[in-house]
């Protein structure tokens, strides 16, 4: 997999995750399917392809971070 870096800080998007940022040197990451302009509202969807592509991700990176 690849692996990349972008601010995101210009979004227009905002979550928890902002509070855990620099906590105790503990990196965050925000990541998962969908447009933030979808998100949170009445006609709020992600497409299956990018739950799928995002649970592959997730999984290949727990396997890299476990040393696998």
Do not use: F, K, N
């Amino acid at each position: 997999h690849t692996r990349y870096w972008r601010d995101w800080s210009s979004d227009v998007c905002s979550s928890d995750l902002r509070l855990m940022t620099g906590i105790g040197g503990v990196p965050t990451l925000q990541y998962g399917p969908g447009e933030a302009v979808q998100a949170h509202g009445p006609d709020e969807h992600v497409p299956l392809q990018q739950v799928l592509t995002t649970a592959r991700t997730l999984a290949l990176l727990a396997v890299d971070l476990c040393g696998g």
